[in-house]
């Protein structure tokens, strides 16, 4: 059984900083892939980051591109979100998600694995 765990969120200034992070218990089963997703209120969940767990390739939203930056601490099972230079338009639920391959980004459907969610409300 695969858990995910996130932490992290809060509340901040525009313009300020964040750091999520996601314990990924997955016991023997191997995942290729971490990523983030969002959802504010009355939106579809987006896909705002990725990584490989192999080779530590990335992908990101348009919106959040030279803003946040996706990392795995591989000792620790944990995978990082940093969010710098935030706005009020991140503000959301933000999801970790895992799974055995490498799917489609965007759709969060073709994710496996997903955590609870952790709040992030950036006010103007």
């Known amino acids: 059984q695969v858990q995910l765990v996130e932490s992290g969120g809060g509340s901040v200034q525009a313009g300020g900083s964040l750091r999520l992070s996601c314990e990924v218990f997955s016991g023997t089963r191997r995942l290729e892939s971490l990523a983030w997703f969002r959802q504010a209120p009355g939106k579809e969940r987006e896909a705002v980051a990725r990584?490989?767990?192999?080779?530590?390739?990335?992908t990101y939203a348009d919106s959040v591109k030279g803003r946040f930056t996706i990392s795995e601490d591989n000792a620790k099972n944990i995978v990082h979100l940093q969010m710098t230079s935030l706005k009020p338009d991140d503000t959301a639920k933000y999801f970790c998600?895992?799974?055995?391959?490498?799917?489609?980004?965007?759709?969060?459907?073709?994710?496996?694995?997903w955590g609870q969610g952790t709040q992030v409300t950036v006010s103007s």
């Open positions: 990584i490989h767990t192999a080779d530590d390739s990335t």
């Open positions: 998600a895992a799974d055995r391959y490498w799917p489609g980004f965007h759709d969060a459907d073709n994710w496996d694995y």
